[in-house]
Each structure stands twice: as C-alpha cells, then as structure tokens.
C-alpha cells in the first residue's frame, strides 16, 4: 500500500460532512466523552465528502484512525456503492457487517478490494469500530431515492434484477471488482482534495463510469462460488504473493505456490477476479512501481522495477491503470 497522504481530519470535519448523506454523527465509545463530537483529530490522511449533480454524494478516504472509536450516525434512505481497496473494515449497516461473510463486530483485513452494494428504503444506523493505526483506502457513493427513480424505466426492461434489488431493503451484495472498477476508484481517491469546477467534473464522470461498471454485474448471470479446493489454491497464491517482495512473479511461480497447472491459476484467476492472471500480476507490478515512486525512485528505475524494459511502455500502462502519469510520483527519467 503507498504511504498516506499527510492532513489532519478534525472530527468536526466528519460531522459536517456526514450531514450530506445522514444525520446525528456521533462518537459513541469511549465513554464518557466531552461532547457528541469531540474536539481535536480523528484521522491522519486524506478525506473528502463531496456532493455531485442529481442527487449523487462522493465519499473517498485515504486515512489512518488516531483513536479507538464506535462512531455512528443515521443513513438516509437509498443506495450505496462502495469499493473498499486496502486496509481492514468493522463496519456495519442495520446491525449488519458491510461483508457478507463476516459478523457484526468482526475487523476483517481485505485480502483483495471489494465492492460492497447495499439498499435501503428507510433510514438505518451505520456504525465504525475503529482501532487506533488502522488504514483504510476506499470510495463510497451514495445514490438518493430520487436518483434510484430517475433510472427505474430504463432498469425496469434492460436491468430487472437491478430495479429489483434497488427496491429492496437491506438489500446487499459483495464480490470482488474488476481492474476497471479498481482503477476507477483509485483515481477518485486520488482526487479526494482537488477542489474547483474542473475537478468536480471529473469526479463525477469517473463516478458514473464506476456505477455503470458496477451496475454491469447485475445483468451478468452470478459467479459460482470457487470450490474448497480452489479457495485452498487461491489463499496459497495470495499468501505467496504476500510473502515475495519481487514484482517479476510468473504464473510457473504461482503454479508452483497452488500446487497445480498454470492453466488451473488462469481459470482460477479469470473466474474469481474477473481478469486473467497476467493482467493481475501487472496491476500488482504497477502498485509496487507506484509505491516506490514515491519513496524517490526515478520513473526509470520504477519501469525497471516493474519490469518494463522501456520508461515510455511503463509510463503508458501507468497512465492507463492510474490515470495520470508516474511523474507526478516520482522524478522524471532520462530517455
């Protein structure tokens, strides 16, 4: 994960900005506290709330928690859309987790992103456990009811399963999101503090480019579910890439880690995230390019780094995964 950005949030700053899609932000543990809101900081990073045209709010964080906490405040009625990228989530909506598998109350590390969907047709206490260091990089965006009915002719003949679910309450699912989806995210969280008309634009067509991506899954017919002995390959893979810190992995070394062909590792890969196991291996050399740019490497040492034998090829896959260029990380290289 790179380092977080710097930046003081004030717990005021959270309890305006909440105003946007609830009401009655308050901290609720530790006990007794000065105030609902208490003075002084709650994270260190970046943190914006921000309202887009037609009803639509974006939410995206970078930040780590200076405090043990319980904070909750009541969500309005409508949809939310998050892609939660690195870090741990203890959250909950209604009293339940924000993961299908996990329960109320659970600190669940994310082992890949995730993309959570969830409804709701009358207002529902959201709750954060934090715990002092903890990180979390993600995009949420919250789409009111009369966002949700503006679209429902359309959902109605080409999106059923979509209009569906969007009219239910509580409704929620979770999967693992595509390198579009994910790219997507990243470049709201990088935008997270960029303020003025242009860059309001651009969120927000990034925002709709993520919905319609989102959206997408529902008209799919639903992944089966990996079998035992595919879930047991699949955490060997992840425990592998964990524990190497080359960026130059070949799908003979997760082959080897799986204890299975490379032709199992493709499937394997295609089915569970969507995209085959080259395009991840490459997502994740552009992630540990991005990270050592900007802990001083050169765009040329980090095209290396990520196994690029030219600085112009890696700059464009870059661009293309990132959405802006690696010199805005690191120094630029000589060609």
Known sequence: MPPCPSGAVAFATI??????VGQNFRVVRPSPLPA?????????????????????????????????LVTQVERAPGMSVQVFLNGTVNASMGGRHLLADAQHGEVVPLPR?????????????????AQQGDRIR??????????????????KTEAQDLYRFSRQHMARRSWTPSAQVVALAERLVQTTNSNGALAALYQESAALELLGQVFTTFTDPPAPRPEARDQQRLRRIEEFLA???????????????AGTSISTVQ??????????????????ALERARTALQQGLSVKEAAYLAGYGSPANFSTAFRKHFGCSPGRYGAPSAT
């Open 15 to 20: 309890a305006e900005s909440s105003v946007a």
């Open 36 to 68: 609902p809101v208490p003075p002084g900081p709650a994270l260190h990073g970046s943190y914006g709330l921000r309202r887009l045209r037609d009803s639509m709010v974006l939410h995206a964080s970078d930040a780590v928690d200076l405090h043990d």
């Open 113 to 129: 992103p995730q993309v959570v969907v969830s409804t709701r047709t009358q207002t529902e206490l959201f709750e954060r456990r």
């Open 138 to 155: 993600k995009v949420s965006l919250s789409l009111s009811p009369h966002w949700l009915a503006s679209y429902d002719d359309l959902w």
């Open 243 to 257: 524990s190497t810190d080359s960026a130059l992995v070949s799908l003979d070394d997760l082959a080897a880690a």
């Open 267 to 284: 499937r394997l890969f295609q089915t569970t995230y969507g995209l085959s196991a080259f395009e991840a291996l490459r997502r994740r």
